[in-house]
């Protein structure tokens, strides 16, 4: 019998992350919005109470501030839900923050439809679509609990606003230390000719999953997993519809504005190629498990095999 695969949910690397960046000399203050159970960020907060900020259920007050403590020449870190910071404060996120590139990073939780039970209002589906939208704003999805803290880690050391999404949902723990990793850059997780499957978040470690089912029907897929959507990989993504003539894309998030979309904007201008979307279709979620409710949405990796064939049979 196989080991069990490690599971934890990508927001537990928050606040310890947190707690290991300032421990190593960065100037980091954390803000957060009344849940900083939830966010893990009443991690740091036990260990630096002097350099935490509790604002209450007051989004826009808390990213002023923390543009107002960028200003001052600190790491401003703040937390939420991703359904409320980025729906409530937008247009600080984008004025305050983005329009005069301070050193802010939005980091949000409970992101995509896997909040599961918390039901349509708290599954937050939207907020890569906006946050990509806003000039100078860098947008970062882990696809684990181990990528997550190299996220935290790579916006502490990148200049100017970032947000990073993170889920509330255990998954599967897919890298490890020796995973590459850099800013800006994917990762080939598996190298293939037939068609190319690329994923962001937890969708990277179904569309690994995916390739394997493949194989086993002789089908060679490529599998690239994105956790910088901006700015994304260019490089990779042309390379991977040059070699491969057809790419698949994956993301737990509307397909409408959102990781799909980046990559078929990258695509159509470089190298055009027959695509197909996996995400979220125009629709608001409901109360269920984050497993039925992937599965209801056709997020899951019978729904990337199904249509890894559908495109190459097109």
Not at 60 to 81: D, E, P, R, T, Y
Not at 101 to 121: Q, R, Y
Request: proline share 4%.
């Amino acid at each position: 019998m196989a080991a069990p695969v490690k599971a934890e949910a990508t927001r537990a690397a928050y606040g310890p992350t947190l707690v290991e960046l300032v421990d190593e000399g960065y100037d980091v203050v954390a803000l957060d919005a009344d849940l900083s159970k939830s966010t893990t960020s009443g991690k740091f907060a036990a260990k630096y109470p002097d350099r935490f900020f509790e604002c209450g259920i007051a989004e826009q007050n808390m990213v002023g501030m923390a543009a107002g403590l960028a200003m001052c020449g600190k790491i401003a870190f703040c937390s939420s839900f991703a359904c409320f910071v980025t729906n409530r404060a937008v247009d600080q996120i984008r004025v305050t923050v983005s329009y005069a590139n301070l050193n802010v990073k939005i980091v949000v939780t409970h992101g995509g439809i896997s909040v599961g039970e918390d039901g349509a209002s708290h599954q937050a589906m939207e907020e890569i679509a906006y946050m990509r939208a806003i000039p100078n704003m860098k947008v970062m999805n882990p696809c684990d609990v181990v990528e997550a803290a190299r996220c935290v880690r790579a916006a502490a050391e990148v200049e100017g606003p970032v947000t990073i999404r993170l889920g509330r949902a255990k998954q599967p723990i897919i890298t490890s230390d020796d995973t590459p990793f850099a800013f800006g850059k994917g990762i080939l997780w598996r190298d293939g000719k037939d068609i190319a499957l690329i994923g962001t978040g937890i969708m990277v470690q179904k569309c690994v999953a995916a390739a394997e089912q493949l194989e086993a029907d002789g089908i060679d897929a490529r599998v690239i997993g994105i956790h910088t959507i901006d700015p994304i990989d260019k490089d990779i993504l042309v390379a991977a519809a040059r070699d491969c003539g057809r790419v698949l894309t994956a993301e737990e998030h509307q397909i409408h504005g959102g990781f799909g979309s980046a990559v078929a904007e990258v695509l159509v201008e470089n190298q055009p190629v027959p695509m197909r979307f996996i995400g979220m279709r125009n629709s608001f979620g409901e109360s269920g498990t984050d497993k039925e409710l992937l599965a209801k949405y056709h997020m899951e990796v019978a729904d990337i095999v199904a249509g890894a064939k559908e495109l190459l049979a097109r």
